[in-house]
């Protein structure tokens, strides 16, 4: 026999919807656009190429709220569970300590107003200790089978999070204190999570049925591609300081994906060196396996510029 655990309603909290800091902070660059004088709103004054190649290193606390197919026929969880998904989360999480491997790589080419961007982020991290929050039965609407307070022994979660975006932008600003570009492209992002849980018991209903079993092993994973617009730009505060910043919001296999980064860098002869903070989040809707994940945290990089 099963050893039970408890059965209860459950309403979902809907993920925060955080458009609107970038609407304020696009509108905050909008405003410094149109402020700047007019003469000053030129092109760059050369037609030859530049090129600009950032290796980085960031370091983001991971939040990540996920949701697991689970039972049904074949698949992870076998054919003799109830068929739903199991919710977990990450989180917050110094992934630093639990890294296995990161990538990170950004290249710029510009040609007169005109540049593309390129930015690739890789992350592999394990031993995460996550939680099982609860189950939902496939169809079951808002009802869903909680776990209680210590009834999970121990969930390790691995996570792999390769993030590809690529931008075609344009010069909207450039004098000798600020420019401003127009930003709009792609971001392509391979997510992939896999979770082992260690329950006290067996989740079942009410009437025994076999939700989910006390321990386990699953994967899953989501590819989603969205298209972005924004904004990128730097403010000079003298001939070696400045503020470099972006924003850029989109949507498209998701709910809702979007970035803002913000620091100081120092230039020197050969280029530049940035300390940063940067912030990405990407919110699906409840069906989906990452229904929210989000990555923030300082970011170190040098720009060699040829």
Known sequence: MHRFVSYAPAHRVRPPFRATVFTVLLTLVAVLALSAPRAARAAADTDEWSFALTPYVWLPTINAKLNFPYGGSGGDGGGIHLPGFIQSEIGPNQYLTKLNFALMLNGVARRGPWSVNGDFVGVWASGLGGTVRGFTPAGGGQVQIPVGAGVDHGTDLKLTAELWTVTGGYELVRNDRFSLDALAGIRYAHLKATMDWHLS??????????????????????????????????????????????????????????????????????????????????????????????????????????
């Open 201 to 306: 018991a067996d989740l079942v209903l009410p009437d025994q049925t076999l939700a989910v079993s006390r321990s386990g092993t699953i994967t899953a994973g989501r590819d989603p591609l969205d298209a972005i617009v924004g904004g990128r730009g730097r403010y000079a505060i003298d001939d070696h300081w400045s503020i470099p910043y972006q924003a850029d919001i989109g949507a498209g296999d998701t709910k809702l994906d979007w970035e803002v980064f913000t620091g100081v860098s120092y230039a020197f002869s050969w280029g530049d060196v940035s300390l940063l903070y940067r912030h990405l989040a990407i919110e699906e809707d409840k069906g989906k396996v990452f229904t929210h994940l989000s990555l923030g945290g300082p970011v170190l990089g040098a720009t060699f510029r040829f």
